[in-house]
């Protein structure tokens, strides 16, 4: 079981409505996740809670079709 880029970014853009969502698939198996995402939602949030927010949505994915996930998550304006 795989999820496309496609679905992914669905999938996160249902969550974030106004996000930049940059996503690459790290392996070429669409199940190991590098995702860079940008969204007012983020804003005064710490970091652990933007990554609890990215997992929430993503919690059904997470139990199945993502084996792994790397998170860069940031606010309009931020830089990392």
Excluded: C
């Amino acid at each position: 079981m795989t999820i496309s880029n496609d679905q992914l970014t669905q999938l996160l853009k249902a969550a974030f409505p106004d996000a930049v969502v940059n996503l690459k698939d790290l392996t070429g198996g669409q199940d190991h996740w590098q995702a860079e995402i940008i969204s007012t939602a983020f804003s005064g949030l710490s970091p652990i809670a933007r990554h609890r927010a990215v997992y929430a949505a993503l919690a059904e994915e997470m139990k199945g079709p993502i084996h792994a996930l790397s998170l860069r998550t940031l606010a309009p304006g931020e830089t990392a």
